[in-house]
């Protein structure tokens, strides 16, 4: 979520995040300084329960409505404004097993951002994994495996997933969840300098914010 906040892809600007999104992103900025607010206000008088649980609920509802839509309009790169279901569908089509066994209709899903693709019933195993890494480039691409064990439907396809995932993804793009693996997108440049900028002002922001809200605590 943090691409609301800059752009880190210089040239070209795509579709806005939208309210939803803004408002999502303002109030997680809020909950991040109703904590720190809440610590303070605790540290001060800790019979206060009232106030504290005030600071810690308000501040995430505030800030989103105040900063949330200005965080809407805020574009996002061209990588991330293209649909990953449909370029999905559109690269893993021709791994397509017929009715009953693997196909993408039924075995490749989305939540809007990043990718699900089911492996059991498929027969080709490393070529839709190889395939299905060039998506990850933009979208986090998690490949349901199950378990890897005895128990399981198919106790190799979690093994078969890593060996091709393990030789073509750098340790830091990849996780192993219990029942699937996922394959992140690597980061830019751009976006890591943002990043490292954006919490520099943060940073110096909170201890201020802090020191105020101790004084007015204090009265």
């Known amino acids: 979520m943090s691409w609301l906040f800059g752009q880190y892809v210089t040239e070209q600007k795509g579709d806005p995040v939208g309210l939803w999104m803004g408002l999502q992103a303002g109030a997680l900025i809020g909950l991040y300084l109703g904590f720190s607010l809440a610590t303070i206000s605790v540290l001060t008088d800790a019979e206060e329960i009232k106030r504290t649980v005030y600071l810690i609920c308000l501040p995430p509802f505030i800030v989103s409505l105040l900063i949330g839509p200005f965080l809407a309009k805020r574009r996002r790169p061209v990588k991330l404004s293209k649909k990953p279901l449909e370029e999905a569908r559109e690269i893993l089509t021709p791994y397509n097993e017929g009715q009953g066994n693997w196909r993408v209709l039924s075995h490749v899903s989305s939540d809007g951002m990043n990718l699900r693709i089911d492996m059991h019933n498929l027969k080709n195993v490393e070529g839709v994994v190889e395939a299905a890494l060039q998506l990850a480039d933009h979208t986090t691409v998690k490949f349901i495996v199950g378990k890897g064990n005895s128990k399981s439907t198919s106790p190799e396809l979690r093994n078969r997933v890593l060996t091709v995932v393990e030789s073509r993804v750098s340790l830091l793009r990849r996780t192993r969840k219990a029942k ?29 914010v802090s020191f105020l809200a101790w004084l007015e605590m204090k009265k």
């Open 180 to 208: 699937s693996v996922e394959v992140n997108p690597e980061k830019t440049r751009e976006y890591n300098a943002y990043q490292n900028k954006l919490n520099k002002v943060l940073f110096a922001l909170l201890p201020i």
